[in-house]
């Protein structure tokens, strides 16, 4: 099968592993964090969610002809780092970083999906999926934040920490893999960065208002 631009793999590999390790975390999130067995089972099902992504992802990068392992191995230790930076105290961090730090990271794969073929789109679309994460975070975080409003700073605070270091590690990798950088932009074009980033901004702003929190903290 014909890849219709270099960093198409480089796209499909970072997603793959996003996603898998998205399945990790959560399920050790639920098991270790979620406050009733409703709660672990809830967060348990967006994982396995999760990882019928990292499947659909990994099947489409053997299509391709490329190694799922040989993709991912190059983004390993970025989003490792910033899973390890972002370890959750409690469940409603667990639960937003979900939501935030997640969505945030799949704002960038759909950039870069705009620039590849239809079918890979498609993909990823169908990848970063997250009504049910969505539904979940949403439902919990607001009640959460009716019963007790001062919890509101604390988590705006953890979301924009999520926000930092998920955009730090985002340039790490977007430096080490040039072809899957031209894929956000064109070289050195700083208005399509501000229009990129003036993007993320955007819809980072209506993950928190759905939240019920500011994203300045």
Do not use: C, N
């Amino acid at each position: 099968m014909t890849i219709s631009r270099p960093g198409v793999v480089d796209l499909l590999g970072v997603l793959a592993y996003a996603e898998l390790t998205a399945f990790l975390r959560m399920a050790q999130d639920a098991s270790v964090l979620a406050p009733s067995l409703t709660d672990r089972a809830a967060l348990g099902d967006v994982a396995a969610t999760e990882y019928g992504h990292f499947r659909l992802v990994r099947d489409r990068i053997a299509d391709l002809g490329a190694d799922p392992e040989e993709a991912m191995a190059p983004f390993a230790d970025a989003l490792d780092a910033w899973h390890e930076q972002t370890q959750p105290g409690d469940w409603y961090e667990a639960l937003v970083k979900a939501y935030v730090g997640t969505g945030l990271a799949g704002d960038f794969y759909r950039v870069a999906a705009r620039r590849v073929d239809e079918e890979t789109q498609k993909l990823v679309d169908q990848a970063l999926a997250d009504e049910a994460r969505s539904e979940l975070v949403v439902e919990r975080v607001r009640k959460a934040l009716e019963e007790d409003p001062r919890l509101g700073g604390r988590l705006a605070l953890w979301a924009r920490r999520l926000v930092g270091e998920a955009l730090s590690q985002a340039h790490r990798v977007a430096t080490a893999r040039p072809e899957l950088a031209a894929l956000l932009v064109d070289g050195d074009d700083l208005a399509a960065i501000g229009r990129m980033f003036a993007q993320l901004t955007e819809e980072h702003g209506k993950r928190m208002a759905a939240l019920g929190l500011t994203p300045g903290g």
